[in-house]
């Protein structure tokens, strides 16, 4: 039987300015922006501005994964410490999320909903306590990869499967996609397929590419040096 936690959550759950070179940058599709409202005004994170869509960004072609063939593992070197196809996922705890969301490229979008297992569930799930290690690396389809530490994925994280009371599309990162929303977006890892747990903290992709290495919206960590 699927057990399934319903409780909302109210979370508040790119090289250097001179070195990146415009396609090195995520591409948006377009997308209004709008004045923040007065009463939201501590929510949006300095630099960004609000908005009602819900722009794509990529920095490559969209990956499409069958739900017979997803799987989701964690693991410690080569290590592993849990592994799920999709009904077996479906099948772990799920929770609700409402939270904000802020991208690097400067764009909020406020009281998003998201359902998903959480990174705790997950290590729950793995027989674990806590994360094993400082740091973790996710891994998605289409080589992409970032760094999180994992202070920053208990009782903040989860892999997500729908977003707004729907499956999560592929434009936005499904079948599932790390959200971190505390972080600047491109942490929230589209298109995740594992975490991997490591001692060291070692950049992702924008992150060798000169973004932050970690990614505070509240300090505008856009790149390395902000």
């Known amino acids: ?38 009463e939201d005004r501590h929510r949006v994170p300095p630099g960004q501005y609000v908005t009602r869509d819900f722009p ?14 997803w799987t989701f593992s964690m693991r410690v070197g080569d290590r592993p410490l849990g592994k799920w196809n999709w009904a077996e996922f479906q099948d772990l705890t799920q929770t609700r999320a409402a939270v904000d969301i802020h991208c690097v490229t400067k764009w909020s979008k406020l009281d998003t909903v998201w359902e998903g297992v959480t990174i705790d569930a997950l290590l729950k799930a793995a027989g674990l306590d806590a994360a094993p290690t400082p740091y973790a690396l996710a891994h998605s389809d289409g080589g992409y990869s970032t760094n999180v ?39 929230s890892a589209k298109w995740v397929r594992s975490i991997e747990f490591i001692t060291a903290d070692r950049p992702g992709f924008w992150e060798s590419l000169g973004y932050h290495i970690y990614g505070d919206p509240w300090h505008e960590q856009r790149y390395s040096g902000d």
Not at 2 to 17: C, D, K, M, N, S
Not at 56 to 67: E, F, K, Q
Not at 166 to 173: E, F, I, Q, V
């Open 1 to 38: 039987m699927r057990r399934t936690e319903r409780a909302r959550t109210a979370v508040r759950l790119t090289a250097p300015r001179s070195t990146v070179s415009n396609h090195s940058r995520p591409i948006s599709r377009g997308f209004q922006g709008r004045r923040t409202d007065p």
């Open 56 to 69: 794509v960004l990529s920095a490559g072609p969209t990956p499409h994964v069958s739900l017979v063939e």
């Open 149 to 187: 530490p994992t202070k920053d994925l208990a009782g903040k994280a989860m892999i997500a499967t729908r977003f707004a009371d729907a499956p999560l599309s592929a434009a936005h990162g499904g079948p599932a996609r790390l959200l971190v929303p505390h972080l600047y977006f491109w942490k």
